[in-house]
């Protein structure tokens, strides 16, 4: 990976906290702590916003934002694309496949050279 | 500290009772210590939470699968990890074929032909292999010591340790593999060659490069995102589902300085660690 987005990646702690970022630091860790002494991230300390349970019928997820928000269905139509490679794709080939992914970070203009893209693109 | 990498995935014939996942073997030692001891730090054993992310939270769901660990915890939180993603340690769940290939691959760059000439190798020169570049991937073997079955088959069926979970992913995990200007041309190319002419189609279809600005930098982001972290995460999330609670988020949040600076990186791998740190934890990896 890039050795600065690699220090963005996993060294990232923020220094400057706004209003924003403490109500994500407060909901966030209120959930967890819940989650932790009862198994229902709602139970315990009060919580602005109930998250739902997910279930086989209700595939609910809950919107982590400073305005939380309950999201039905995840990327229905996509994840069905993902889903249908996933079955297909052998451990070795999706293994196979990130690992070309990385190259590209680490050269990102290889791919783009080979496909014989415009070399004033690379400014951009 | 847990071992990673080359010193904890080692898979070879002489040792599988002995290194195979030497990594969730050091955690297991921890949560062991945690139930003999944590009383005495006004702690319950009976009421353990683990949580990690990335490779932390593959390691969350190995010990739900690794049946030497059931018992030792309570509850668990995988961050930006989970079951489906093909997996293990960080890395990739493999058979013991790829196990037993890596393992000669290991003696053959020392010139080695057994175990007792590896064992007289420096512990560092060993662990370099683990970069990512070197020999492959490095990643859990289904080893049926440790590993009974392939998990993604065991939390289908039920077959993993019963407990709550936490489970979720950020909105832009992976950074895109192309740059912002690349032409439709350029961006149907790239996913024919990397998916395969049927998959990369579907993609290009269902990821219109005019729902993303006209920037093949951000649809490849969420195809990636998609690829390796939602998609499996809602298949994780679908099957766990069937046995046990689960709670699952979207982290959407980009920290305002992310969001001044470097609005493109959006809600990336690891950005909500800063907020999700509980208020009394017992034990984290990462």
């Known amino acids: 990976m890039n050795p600065v987005l690699n220090y963005a990646v996993f060294n990232f702690e923020p220094i400057l906290f706004t209003t924003g970022d403490h109500t994500m630091a407060e909901t966030t860790s209120t959930y967890w702590t819940n989650f932790a002494r009862t198994g229902n991230p709602n139970s315990g300390l009060p919580v602005g916003y ?29 994840c069905d694309v993902h889903d249908e490679i996933d079955a297909a794709s052998t451990a070795t080939e999706v293994a196979e496949r990130r690992k070309r992914v990385e190259a590209f970070w680490n050269a990102p203009n290889d791919l783009l050279d080979r496909l014989g893209a415009d070399k004033s693109a690379k400014a951009q | 500290m ?63 699968t690794m049946p030497g660990s059931y018992g030792l915890f309570h509850a668990a939180i995988m961050e930006s990890g989970t079951n489906e993603g093909q997996g293990f340690l960080g890395t990739f769940l493999f058979d013991q ?25 420096p512990g560092e020169d060993i662990i370099a292999l683990g970069a990512i570049d070197q020999l492959g991937y490095w990643g859990a073997i289904v080893d049926g010591v440790e590993l009974p079955a392939d998990p993604r088959d065991m939390v289908r069926t039920g077959d993993f340790y019963h407990v709550p979970i936490i489970l979720g992913t950020n909105s832009d995990e992976v950074p895109g593999f192309l740059r912002p200007g690349a032409t439709q041309a350029q961006y149907t190319a790239s996913l024919v060659d990397l998916f395969g002419p049927q998959h990369g189609m579907a993609l290009v279809e269902v990821y219109p490069l005019s729902d993303y600005e006209d920037n093949a930098f951000l649809a490849t982001q969420a195809i990636m995102t998609d690829d390796v972290f939602t998609c499996p995460t809602r298949r994780s999330a679908r099957y766990f589902s069937q046995y046990i609670d689960v709670y699952a988020y979207w982290f959407s949040y980009v920290h305002s300085a992310v969001n001044l600076v470097v609005p493109f990186f959006g809600a990336f791998h690891a950005s909500e660690l800063p907020y999700g740190k509980p208020k009394k934890l017992v034990l984290e990896t990462t």
């Open chain 1, 50 to 78: 109930t998250w739902p349970q997910f279930t086989p019928s209700s595939q609910l997820y809950l919107d982590q934002n400073v305005a939380p928000a309950i999201i039905s269905s995840m990327k229905p139509v996509q």
């Open chain 2, 2 to 64: 847990d071992r990673t990498a080359t010193m904890a995935c080692w898979y070879g014939p002489r040792l599988v009772a002995f290194l195979v996942l030497i990594l969730i073997q050091d955690q297991r030692n921890a949560l062991i210590w945690v139930r003999d001891n944590i009383v005495q730090f006004g702690g319950d054993p009976s009421s353990v939470t683990i949580f990690g992310e990335s490779a932390g939270a593959y390691c969350v769901n190995d010990h739900m």
């Open chain 2, 97 to 121: 074929a790829y196990g037993n290939a890596q393992y000669n691959d290991v003696l053959a760059t020392f010139n080695c032909t057994d175990l007792a000439c590896l064992r007289a190798i």
